[in-house]
């Protein structure tokens, strides 16, 4: 499986539109490769180096129930997805704020062999829980971000 975008390379630079102080736009996506039997897809978007300057890794973004046939996600996400909260405290995409200098931002594709029962504006703990044991394939695509 595969996870792209058009607008920054993997380890490249994320644009500073999608910055979540400059524009919070979300990255258009593209996914390829999943495999056959898939029910489903997740995306998470968490911010590993946030654990020197807050403490913790922080959530950016979770979306799932995407449809396995989807190639690419941009501003409008598709018909059926749910998105859960972030650690802003909001539902939906949170991009890019590094407190401190450049961080590395980890965006990861789930391919997943069940639909999820899992409501609006969950938390990443209840997605991980949901997702453990379904997880057929992942993808990851890196981002740099600098405030």
């Known amino acids: 499986m595969k996870l792209c975008s058009t607008t920054f390379e993997d380890n490249g630079q994320i644009p500073r539109n999608q910055g979540y102080k400059n524009g919070n736009q979300r990255p258009p996506l593209a996914i390829s490769g999943v495999p056959a039997g898939a029910a489903s897809l997740a995306i998470i978007m968490d911010d590993p180096d946030a654990v020197a300057a ?4 922080w959530v950016h973004w979770t ?3 995407i449809a396995p046939t ?3 996600i941009g501003s409008v996400l598709p018909p059926g997805c749910v998105e859960g909260v972030t650690d802003f405290g909001d ?3 949170g991009g890019p704020a590094p407190p401190d200098r450049e961080h590395v931002y980890v965006f ?3 391919a997943l062999d069940t639909v999820l ?3 609006a504006g969950s938390a990443r703990s209840e997605l991980d829980s949901a997702i453990k044991d379904h997880v ?3 993808a990851v695509l890196h981002g ?3 405030p």
């Not at 807050?54 to 890794?57: A, D, N, P, S």
Request: avoid cysteine; proline fraction near 0%; charge should be negative.
């Open 54 to 57: 807050v403490g913790k890794t």
């Open 63 to 65: 979306v799932w129930n």
């Open 70 to 72: 989807t190639a690419e």
């Open 91 to 93: 539902s939906g995409y």
């Open 108 to 110: 990861t594709v789930y």
């Open 117 to 119: 029962d899992l409501g």
């Open 136 to 138: 057929m394939d992942t």
């Open 144 to 146: 740099r971000y600098a």
